[in-house]
């Protein structure tokens, strides 16, 4: 109930390509969906965030999907760029002062 | 806006002292700040969750005796481990939740902890 289903574990794309990961999750009661990039021995940075009132958010190059009633949302990464090679999270919580519940992770790797 | 700093980033103790982390939240108010423990190419494991002026919550099997938690104002948070063992060597983390929002969290750099 409480975990959140992230796919693939990892994802090699083509710089100039477009990525994508996806989670999926159980617990109807949550309601906040937020992404995290972590570089190697960095800190989770947060990337983007969605609530369920929308079913998409786009901030630059990166775009959450989100579907209600199939209880998914996934990362969108347009124009992917060397860079962009990290590690990302999904996450998701309910309303109030709880902790997060995370995905698994992704390993991205953007190839030239 | 919304940063988070840990200090050390990096500590080397010996087997059976004790070490103490601090997460500070730069430039907000978080009446909440949770810690974690990452292992490497693994995800975000849980600990404990700390409330500003109360005692922090553990999640199961991690044992508040070993790991003790410390939110002792708005902006700050302490982890000390105590009587470090070498399978305690991991990445600590420590996220901040803004007094204003309840949803959003911020993490901090991370302390690379090695028992020797």
């Known amino acids: 109930q409480q975990q959140v289903k992230q796919s693939p574990q990892s994802l090699i794309v083509q710089k100039g390509g477009i990525s994508i990961i996806n989670c999926a999750y159980e617990?109807?009661?949550?309601?906040?969906f937020p992404w995290y990039q972590q570089f190697p021995g960095k800190g989770p940075a947060l990337l983007i965030a969605?609530?369920?009132?929308?079913s998409e958010k786009k901030e630059g190059r990166f775009t959450i999907s989100f579907n209600k009633s199939a209880k998914q949302f996934s990362l969108h990464i347009m124009d992917s760029q060397p860079g962009d090679s990290a590690t990302y999270f999904c996450?998701?919580?309910?309303?109030?002062?709880?902790?997060?519940?995370f995905g698994k992770g992704t390993r991205l790797s953007v190839i030239a | 806006g919304a940063v988070v700093s840990q200090h050390p980033s990096r500590v080397i103790c010996k087997s059976g002292t004790s070490v103490k982390i601090e997460c500070r939240s730069l430039?907000?108010?978080?009446?909440?700040m949770f810690w974690y423990r990452q292992f490497p190419k693994q995800s975000l494991m849980l600990m404990a969750t700390?409330?500003?002026?109360?005692?922090?919550?553990?999640e199961q099997g991690v044992e508040k005796d070993k790991f003790l938690i410390n939110h002792a104002s708005l902006t700050l948070s302490t982890l000390t481990v105590t009587s470090a063992h070498p399978e305690d060597s991991s990445f600590y983390i420590c996220?901040?939740?803004?007094?204003?929002?309840?949803?959003?969290?911020?993490f901090g750099p991370g302390t690379r902890l090695t028992v020797t």
């Open positions: 700390s409330n500003e002026g109360s005692k922090a919550t553990y």
């Open positions: 617990n109807t009661a949550f309601d906040y």
């Open positions: 969605i609530r369920p009132d929308v």
């Open positions: 430039d907000f108010q978080a009446t909440t």
């Open positions: 996450a998701a919580s309910p309303s109030g002062n709880t902790p997060l519940v």
């Open positions: 996220s901040a939740r803004p007094a204003r929002t309840s949803y959003e969290q911020y």
